[in-house]
């Protein structure tokens, strides 16, 4: 059997994904509805969501205004340490994480930067940067527009559409609409996470 991974904050499953490569089964939560969340998913909210039952965990509390991030991310924080189990909490860069590591697409050689952030209460090892290599047309990054965080995908095509499809190609996500695409986590991120976490979840179980 499994062991049971709970994704939080989930959106339509970019890290679910990841996650499920490296061994997990994977419950996704969201307070919206994602119709295209590959696994099983419930409705709900992530701050109130039950915990138990579940062998590690993943937060991702939406890029929003950092006051906002700041309050989601120390609610989650809390409930997860009280569980008391192996957990992970992503955000952007300037998020109010605990010593987090940071993965770069460059690294598993993804042709875009989509810096990401992960805290968690296991051992893990961040990734350095590779850019050298890369071509602009996939590059993405963090921009503020009115306070808030969006990620912009600057790729050059005949037309949006054909960007959008160079995008999802690059990120490797290929069930996921325009606009789900452009928060998404890329799965080899988190693949890369869940090897340290299921290494957690075996020596706890022994």
Not at 16 to 22: I, L, Q
Not at 37 to 56: C, N, S, V
Not at 72 to 90: A, G, H, T, W, Y
Request: net charge neutral.
């Amino acid at each position: 059997m499994k062991p049971r991974l709970l994704d939080l904050f989930c959106g339509a499953g970019g890290a679910a994904m990841g996650y499920h490569r490296a061994g997990f089964e994977v419950v996704g939560v969201d307070i919206k509805p994602q119709p295209h969340f590959p696994f099983e998913f419930h409705l709900g909210d992530a701050l109130t969501y039950p915990l138990d039952g579940f062998d590690a965990y993943h937060a991702s509390p939406p890029c929003q205004a950092f006051s906002t991030i700041a309050k989601q991310i120390s609610q989650i924080r809390q409930r997860l340490i009280q569980i008391d189990k192996p957990f992970v909490i992503e955000n952007v860069k300037g998020a109010p994480l605990i010593t987090p590591i940071q993965l770069c697409g460059s690294w598993f050689h993804l042709d875009f930067h989509r810096h990401r952030l992960f805290e968690s209460n296991i051992a893990m090892m961040g990734t350095p940067c590779s850019h050298y290599w890369q071509k602009p047309r996939f590059r993405t990054y963090d921009k503020r527009r009115n306070g808030k965080l969006s990620t912009v995908v600057p790729v050059y095509g005949h037309n949006y559409q054909h960007k959008m499809e160079l995008a999802k190609v690059a990120m490797g996500i290929d069930w996921m609409e325009d606009f789900e695409l452009n928060e998404a986590i890329p799965p080899a991120y988190t693949e890369f996470i869940g090897k340290f976490l299921m290494q957690a979840v075996i020596r706890l179980d022994v």
